[in-house]
């Protein structure tokens, strides 16, 4: 069965480095996502993408966090200056449409700001 | 503000037995409502997807049901085994929002 793939699988980067947490979406979807897992707390949605632009995207999603659909393949998110509160595990996640069809994740990267 | 909230949060269970979870959502619009199962430090993993008009559906051993009217679902797993200790997540799905909202989820642990 197809997957995303996301690398790198954990990361310790120190406050106020810049992070890239990159991502292979599956080949026929359209849509993209990243979402993030503080440890001990749900899921919650960063951004959505679709047609090399945001479609919508969180509260959390600020200046600092930008996505990048570099070359119809990856779908990247950085992290500029990372702050403690930036650690959790990050998920991609891509789907064929926007709206009924099944969203599959990622087996995240871990992010550790120290 | 959209919630999704979900119980119990823990549960504990003998290996060949049921049990039921139960989800309730404070969504609007709503668009479908969905049932992931999250093993420690790995994604969600989806189980089933349910639209307005659709009572249950079944994946397996895993059947949910939606109750659009009270804003409920349940998933009850049926003849549990090992493999499904993890924790199952209700997510629900805005009317013209890409985004997902999540659950807390609820961590079930099936023993021996």
């Known amino acids: 069965e197809p997957e995303v793939t996301q690398t790198p699988s954990h990361q310790v980067t120190q406050m106020g480095q810049e992070v890239i947490l990159r991502c292979v979406p599956i080949?026929?979807?359209?849509?993209f996502y990243w979402y993030r897992q503080i440890l001990g707390q749900k899921v919650e949605f960063l951004v959505s993408f679709y047609n090399n632009e945001i479609s919508e995207k969180s509260e959390i999603f600020d200046d600092q966090f930008s996505v990048e659909r570099p070359d119809g393949s990856n779908f990247t998110l950085k992290i500029r200056s990372t702050k403690l509160e930036d650690s959790a595990m990050y998920f991609c996640?891509?789907?064929?449409?926007?709206?009924?069809?099944?969203?599959?994740f990622g087996e995240g990267s871990w992010l550790t700001v120290v | 503000k959209n919630q999704v909230e979900q119980s119990p949060q823990s549960l504990i269970i003998l290996e060949g037995k049921n049990c039921t979870l139960q989800?309730?959502?404070?969504?609007?619009?709503?668009?479908?409502l969905r049932w992931y199962k999250q093993d420690t430090g790995r994604g969600p993993v989806s189980l089933t997807i349910?639209?307005?008009?659709?009572n249950t559906k079944s994946n397996g051993r895993y059947t949910a049901t939606l109750d659009a009217d009270t804003k409920q679902s349940s998933l009850h797993i049926t003849a549990s085994q090992l493999s499904d200790s993890a924790s199952y997540i209700c997510v629900v799905r805005t009317g013209t929002a890409s985004k997902l909202t999540f659950g807390t989820g609820t961590r079930l642990q099936v023993t021996l």
């Open positions: 349910m639209t307005f008009s659709e």
């Open positions: 989800c309730n959502y404070t969504v609007s619009p709503f668009s479908n």
């Open positions: 996640a891509s789907s064929r449409s926007s709206s009924g069809n099944t969203i599959y």
């Open positions: 080949s026929n979807h359209l849509y």
